[in-house]
């Protein structure tokens, strides 16, 4: 076979031919070539995400490299699209064998994932490269070597009296005064030594404080160390053995026993690590923060901030926290995002290689009129949330009856075309609809969300189970029922 | 052996018509329904059709006659003995259409087709010819009446479809290459693998198409894209070619081509078909059809299967020189009708012949540039 095809190897040109003579439903899908293409791209596309310098430290582009790959990614499927629309087995009458619509929706499903995966390269290789240049640990134990040293140069500046406040705890206040410290005390405490908080307040404070000291029963001094930690944790330690610094430990590192270290040396350190952290450009994070400039009634933590410039040194910490542990969650929901992507588009394509080109854009014309009128009708009858869920079940329930009834008619008609696209592009979300009526119905039962043990869970795996169970319906159903449905009203005449 | 085909290939051969020779023996290794057989034809045409095609009036080498024995030879094991029955396809009875816009009406007609048989469907523009041909190829639903295709039993649509190829006039375009296309055809039609590249090359080679295969669409006139629409369907092996105005792109040349292809096509042994065309080629479609129906503001008004003689009398086409009166005074002793058609003139008559009427012209130096006998043609209803 003669081809024109670029880049595509022997193998290819011969499993092309391979399935053109052997298997016109694979060949018509051209998955083959999708996915020999889409991983040449994607070489390309890691290999290019490597070679372009850019710096973990600074904020990341990938913004720019998802939009671009999604846009080749566009121009990919167009072209896919072109190709596909050749040949249609279905539309040419040709061999009907067994679970050929569920073979052909599974290969534009597979070509689809393909097309979309691309698009989570860059960011993959962001991550890598992260990675590659800053260790878990090493980033803590920096941002901790920051901490320390600068208390150390700073000692004479930093505030060394922990704040303390005492209090006398009751069961409930009898006359609540908000005061200017955002807390709640009894009004007659108020400018007095102890001030007088209920038992809520007690237990809240005693998560908080760095340091409790019991008087008695109902009396107690809460202390708060000063604020060390000049830096922004991020939660850069949410995955490491190594933990940050809170301002306790480096009061007991540095303040409680100072011991005068060797200025220049430490200086020399300090000055070596902030480098390291130190990224020469424009930072979309701390843009808007005005680091130059320390107020009139600036602390001394505004002072360092703005002497060691962290402003910076905090933005590097944060990109570089953004790129090494975007993958350690949020993951399900790009799995999500990246199925249904692929599922929506292969379902469209199945439908436009199923139906008439005519009665596929009077199916989205159908569906953009539904929306408007359903929307004027529940913006006017002041609706509810699970009316906007009754009125799709009704619409799937109406478009069932018109397609079902395709087995009895003598001829083709737009409007059973239109409702047979309908409830195949829509039996996938069909589940989902239904678990979100049932939990909106349920959740009344609850007032103000107060569900019983148990309940989010149980009501997050429905969601799961349901979303599973419109996939699972729609390749069990492809067969018996859809391509029948099509190939039924596909073949017969026109009036 | 097929002796038909055998004594024709012998009748071409002595009139030196190697190009038909090569199409008949092709047809006789299809004939035989084996592969290797068919390969080889396929491959000895190849070999010979370019030096047949191009150098006309030469004499090919004498390897071309032994290579003719010993495929004749070999097609004469292969060959099934048995006879070809005439199996009904379609038969339509009485079927009508209305379209709910416009005036047109088809009004009842009957016809039935068995394998072998082509069936000629003529009419002026605008008159139902499509009508009725996309009505038989279940495309259309009739009002009234009924089409029963004969060798399906509770079919859908899906099936008749593939039971029936329909060629529309304006032959959709085709993609990509050629050749990739009636690949394509091949094997959505079961043939797979070997047979599939065998049947592909074989009907290239079968439609003089092989040197264009691997061109595109744009790359090949439109009397050629009528010809791989044909070779793509018959690929298909439909029980029921149904072609609208097929003849519309060709010229001449090709449209003798294409018709002579045609009636050979229906006689397959391997895979006997039935063919409906609808043309305005009228005498062209009579030489190869075995019946014409004429279609004349959506009312059948003759079938020449049925209704041979609903007209009395000879009639033939002259076109001449000389006025009309001359020609009245030339007949004025026979009881003749004389009707000009702007062009040529059609003269009728119940006592004379038409080998009559020209002696006549001949004898009274009348200059006859053009003459057809119409008298079983259905050219007399236009």
């Given amino acids: ?495 | 052996m097929n002796p038909s085909i055998h004594a024709e290939v012998n009748e071409h051969l002595r009139h030196k018509d190697y190009s038909l020779v090569l199409r008949r023996m092709l047809d006789l290794s299809y004939d035989t329904g084996n592969l290797s057989i068919i390969r080889e034809a396929t491959a000895w045409s190849r070999q010979w059709s370019s030096s047949i095609n191009s150098q006309q009036g030469n004499e090919p080498g004498e390897q071309f006659f032994t290579d003719i024995n010993q495929l004749l030879e070999k097609a004469d094991a292969a060959l099934k003995r048995e006879e070809q029955n005439h199996i009904m396809l379609l038969d339509a009875v009485n079927i009508s259409k209305t379209y709910s816009k416009g005036n047109f009406k088809l009004n009842p007609v009957s016809i039935s087709i068995q394998n072998g048989d082509i069936l000629g469907v003529v009419g002026e523009n605008g008159n139902g010819k499509t009508t009725l041909l996309r009505c038989l190829a279940g495309q259309l639903y009739p009002d009234n009446g009924m089409v029963h295709y004969s060798l399906l039993s509770n079919p859908d649509y899906y099936n008749i479809k593939n039971y029936v190829a329909f060629i529309p006039q304006r032959i959709p375009r085709w993609y990509g290459m050629l050749k990739d296309n009636l690949h394509f055809s091949a094997s959505i039609a079961g043939m797979h693998g070997e047979t599939n590249e065998t049947m592909v090359e074989f009907m290239l080679e079968r439609l003089n198409l092989t040197q264009y295969a691997d061109l595109n669409w744009n790359q090949i006139s439109s009397g050629y894209r009528t010809r791989f629409e044909l070779a793509r369907i018959l690929l298909q092996k439909p029980q029921l070619l149904i072609l609208d105005e097929p003849l519309a792109n060709l010229d001449i040349k090709a449209q003798q081509t294409i018709l002579t292809d045609l009636r050979y096509m229906t006689a397959w042994r391997n895979h006997p078909m039935g063919i409906v065309l609808s043309s305005q080629q009228l005498h062209e479609v009579e030489k190869i059809a075995h019946s014409v129906m004429m279609i004349k503001n959506g009312s059948c008004i003759h079938h020449s299967f049925t209704n041979d003689d609903a007209l009395k009398g000879n009639a033939v086409e002259v076109e001449t020189t000389t006025d009309k009166e001359t020609l009245q005074r030339v007949f004025a002793e026979s009881n003749t009708a004389i009707q000009f058609n702007g062009g040529f003139y059609t003269i009728t008559s119940e006592s004379i012949s038409a080998q009559q009427i020209i002696e006549l012209l001949v004898r009274n130096n009348v200059t006859v540039t053009y003459f057809r006998d119409i008298t079983h043609s259905t050219k007399r209803y236009f």
């Avoid at chain 1, 791209?41 to 070679?51: D, E, K, M, P, Q």
């Avoid at chain 1, 941002?143 to 320390?148: E, F, Q, T, V």
């Avoid at chain 1, 939660?235 to 007991?252: A, C, P």
């Fill in chain 1, 1 to 495: 076979m003669k081809t024109k095809r670029p880049l595509t190897p022997s193998f290819i040109n011969q499993l092309d031919k391979y399935l053109l003579l052997n298997s016109p439903v694979t060949w018509t899908a051209r998955t083959h070539l999708v996915i020999y293409y889409a991983i040449l791209f994607s070489a390309v596309l890691t290999v290019l995400s490597f070679i372009v310098p850019t710096d973990p430290r600074n904020d990341s582009n990938i913004f720019a490299w998802i939009s671009l790959t999604a846009l080749l990614a566009a121009i990919g499927f167009i072209v896919w699209c072109i190709f596909l629309f050749r040949f249609n087995v279905f539309k040419r009458f040709g061999e009907d064998k067994p679970f050929d619509a569920l073979k052909t929706f599974l290969l534009y499903f597979i070509a689809v994932l393909f097309m979309v995966a691309p698009c989570y390269i860059p960011p993959a290789v962001e991550s890598i490269r992260a990675n590659n240049a800053f260790g878990n640990d090493e980033l803590v134990n920096d941002m901790n070597s920051i901490n320390l040293k600068i208390c150390q140069l700073e000692y004479d500046s930093l505030e060394h009296s922990w704040y303390g406040a005492k209090y006398i705890v009751r069961e409930s206040l009898t006359d609540r005064f908000y005061d200017s410290d955002e807390e709640t005390i009894e009004r007659s405490s108020q400018n007095k030594e102890y001030k007088i908080i209920d038992t809520a307040s007690f237990r809240q404070k005693k998560t908080m404080a760095d340091s409790v000291v019991k008087i008695n029963d109902s009396t107690w001094h809460f202390y708060t160390c000063p604020n060390y930690t000049f830096l922004t944790n991020y939660s850069l330690d949410e995955y490491t053995q190594s933990k940050i610094f809170n301002s306790v430990k480096l009061f007991n590192l540095v303040i409680r026993d100072y011991k005068t270290p060797d200025f220049s040396k430490t200086k020399k350190e300090l000055d070596d690590l902030l480098k390291k952290y130190s990224s020469s450009e424009f930072s979309f994070l701390i843009s808007d923060i005005p680091v130059d400039v320390v107020g009139r009634n600036g602390n001394y933590n505004d002072k360092i901030q703005n002497r060691y410039n962290l402003a910076h040194i905090n933005s590097s910490f944060y990109n570089i926290k953004e790129k090494k542990y975007r993958w350690y969650e949020g993951n399900e929901s790009r799995i999500k995002f990246w199925l249904y992507i692929s599922l929506i588009f292969s379902l469209l394509v199945f439908i436009y290689r199923h139906t008439t080109v005519k009665t596929f854009f009077l199916t989205i014309l159908t569906g953009i009129i539904l929306l408007i009128l359903s929307g004027l009708f529940l913006a006017f009858s002041h609706f509810k949330e699970e009316t906007v869920y009754y009125l799709i079940l009704l619409y799937y329930a109406a478009f069932f009856l018109i397609a079902v009834s395709v087995f009895g008619r003598k001829t083709r008609t737009v409007i059973d075309g239109i409702a047979i696209n309908m409830i195949t592009f829509f039996i996938a979300f069909m589940p989902i609809f239904a678990t979100l009526l049932y939990y909106v119905i349920d959740e009344k039962n609850y007032i103000r969300q107060n569900y019983p043990n148990g309940y989010t869970e149980q009501r997050d795996l429905h969601y799961i189970i349901a979303q599973l169970a419109g996939f699972v319906l729609l390749l069990v159903l492809i067969e018996p029922l859809f391509k029948r449905l099509f190939r039924n009203w596909y073949s017969k005449p026109e009036q």
